[in-house]
């Protein structure tokens, strides 16, 4: 129904490749801030810095809640450290990229996709 929405579903989507997102416990919060000169260079940043978190720390998120005001994104992920046994991840995520990439609104809501490397 909003940009902020097809954000958080873009990046529950993201997590949904690597394992089942409800398998996830929110006990780990990390929180990110990102900015660019369009909405879909936004959500590439967005899904990156996920990315990039998730690999630096090895954690994996299951929820997601974004604020967006103008091409500034303000948000907040919850998760846990990932687990090979518990969370059997399928792939590891490399980046997101600007293939198929866009962001719109729509006459029933918002779009928010692109293609991720594994």
């Known amino acids: 129904p909003t940009e902020a929405t097809?954000?958080?579903?873009a990046a529950l989507a993201l997590t949904a490749v690597i394992a089942d997102p409800?398998?996830?416990?929110?006990?780990d919060r990390?929180?990110?801030?990102?900015?660019?000169?369009?909405?879909?260079l936004l959500l590439v940043q967005w899904l990156n810095a996920v990315?990039?978190?998730?690999?630096?720390?090895r954690?994996?998120?299951g929820r997601y809640q974004v604020q967006i005001h103008g091409h500034r994104?303000?948000?907040?992920?919850?998760?846990?450290?990932?687990?090979?046994?518990?969370?059997g991840p399928a792939v590891e995520v490399k980046g997101?990229?600007?293939t198929?990439?866009?962001?719109?609104?729509?006459p029933g809501g918002w779009v928010a996709q692109t293609v991720v490397d594994v």
């Open 59 to 61: 954690l994996l998120f």
């Open 100 to 106: 198929a990439l866009r962001v719109a609104r729509l």
């Open 30 to 40: 990390v929180d990110f801030d990102c900015e660019a000169p369009d909405a879909e």
């Open 73 to 87: 994104l303000k948000a907040h992920a919850l998760g846990e450290t990932l687990s090979a046994l518990r969370h």
């Open 51 to 57: 990315i990039s978190q998730m690999a630096l720390h």
């Open 22 to 27: 409800d398998t996830v416990r929110a006990v």
């Open 6 to 9: 097809a954000f958080e579903q």
């Open 96 to 98: 997101a990229t600007v």
